[in-house]
């Protein structure tokens, strides 16, 4: 299982809050990528919301345990789902960037969560996430949050001993930093181009709107 004591959570969250520091206001880099690239999934396949035809894909790297992403899962991720990937317009894959063990077996148990359960569970997670962080028994409080969403003290525990799913997982960052060089989160890729930080509905809407339109 994976070790989810408070001192590597307390470890983690201090080098998170030091990068987070780069993210707190969304960033345009200078590059983009190959959007042929970014399209091969990990081993565990994406999970894919919106239409396929969409003439925009957005790519999220996020961690569970990342404030910004919690906070623009909150809000932008919101309007982006209602205004944009619900009506057809963009597809959107969520990418496993796990900056902490807290993180990756988050992940993992969105994976383990069933059909069409990652999402609910990501959500679950990113909702409540202050909490998860602070608690002394981390271990004991994903259990208890994933008990809502379908798990039993025995799947909960087979799914983190899981080695194929922790795998997936983390190849999943390995190729985001090695290929993409992502080294924060949340970091969005629109169409190839690169955006880091949170990205607010105004932001998106000032992204998107030109992208619709050609």
């Known amino acids: 299982m994976l070790k989810l004591d408070r001192r590597t959570l307390l470890g983690a969250a201090a080098a998170l809050a030091s990068s987070s520091l780069l993210t707190a206001n969304a960033q345009q880099a200078a590059e983009t990528v190959s959007v042929e690239d970014l399209a091969a999934a990990g081993p565990l396949g994406d999970k894919i919301l919106g239409s396929a035809t969409a003439p925009v894909t957005i790519y999220e790297y996020a961690s569970l345990t990342c404030p910004h992403c919690a906070a623009f899962h909150a809000d932008g991720f919101k309007f ?3 205004k944009y990937i619900d009506t057809g317009k963009v597809k959107y894959v969520l990418r496993d960037f796990p900056l902490d063990p807290l993180a990756a077996a988050g992940f993992m148990l969105a994976h383990c969560a069933g059909e069409g359960k990652y999402y609910p569970m990501v959500d679950l ?7 998860l962080m602070q608690t002394d028994k981390p271990v004991d409080a994903l259990l208890a949050l994933s008990r809502q969403a379908g798990f039993t003290q025995e799947s909960f525990q087979a799914c983190l001993k899981n080695q194929s799913i922790y795998d997936g997982v983390n190849a999943v960052r390995q190729r985001g930093t090695e290929k ?7 970091t969005f890729f629109i169409n190839g181009r690169r955006y880091k930080g949170s ?5 998106l809407e000032r992204i ?6 050609v």
């Open 180 to 186: 993409f060089n992502v080294d924060s989160t949340p």
């Open 80 to 82: 982006l789902k209602e």
């Open 199 to 203: 990205l607010s509905p105004q932001e």
């Open 208 to 213: 998107l709107e030109p992208l619709l339109k």
């Open 125 to 131: 997670i990113f909702a409540q996430q202050r909490s």
